[in-house]
């Protein structure tokens, strides 16, 4: 049997994937054995699956961006939960009444702040840190960066928050329309 590529040279091996005859040269080309067509599909398909990782991964940020009714109710939820967890481990002794409520309130916004950060996070490729250190690490600055951006953060999703509800019933009502216009 000759090699599939060079008709004079006699064949050593077979593609694993198609079963294509090769010789030496062409058989050393790859580990596992493979042909030129088949090594390239596979790796069309590596970059194809790397491709769809890469785009889930942004999707579940872009979904943690709070920009619909329930999600900006959820993160109040989780808001309440921040303040009062937090506010219950204040030194309440060395703190007055005022500034108790002045920081629980703040606490209130964390969430806030974290899905911001969550969201320009995407943006980052973050990725190339894999380990859990760097994971730790990040966690803590990004709960301390949510505390200062907390507020900001609030009113930028309270926003986005009532235009893409509006967008959202604009949608609806087109769709109420569109069997009448048939
Ligand atoms: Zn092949
Ligand atoms: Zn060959």
């Not at 060079?6 to 294509?20: F, L, N, P, S, Y």
């Not at 030496?24 to 990782?53: D, I, V």
């Not at 840190?129 to 953060?153: D, H, Q, R, Y």
Request: charged residues 20%.
């Amino acid at each position: 049997m000759k090699c599939y590529y060079h008709e004079d040279r006699e064949a050593v091996a077979t593609c694993q994937h198609c079963g294509k005859a090769l010789c030496k040269a062409c058989a050393s080309l790859y580990t596992p054995c493979l042909c030129e067509e088949c090594a390239q599909l596979l790796r069309n398909q590596q970059a194809e699956q790397a491709r769809s990782a890469e785009e889930s991964r942004r999707q579940k940020y872009l979904d943690a961006l709070v920009d619909t009714r329930s999600e900006f109710l959820r993160t109040c939820v989780y808001g309440v939960i921040t303040a009062l967890i937090l506010g219950s481990i204040l030194p309440r002794g060395s703190l007055s009444g005022l500034e108790l409520a002045l920081f629980s309130t703040m606490f209130f916004f964390i969430p806030f702040g974290w899905k911001l950060i969550t969201y320009l996070q995407s943006f980052l490729p973050l990725t190339i840190f894999g380990t859990l250190w760097f994971w730790v690490f990040w966690a803590l600055v990004k709960g301390i960066v949510s505390i200062f951006i907390g507020i900001p953060a609030f009113l930028y999703q309270l926003v986005k928050t009532f235009f893409v509800q509006r967008e959202l019933q604009a949608a609806s009502q087109v769709r109420q329309q569109e069997p009448e216009g048939l």
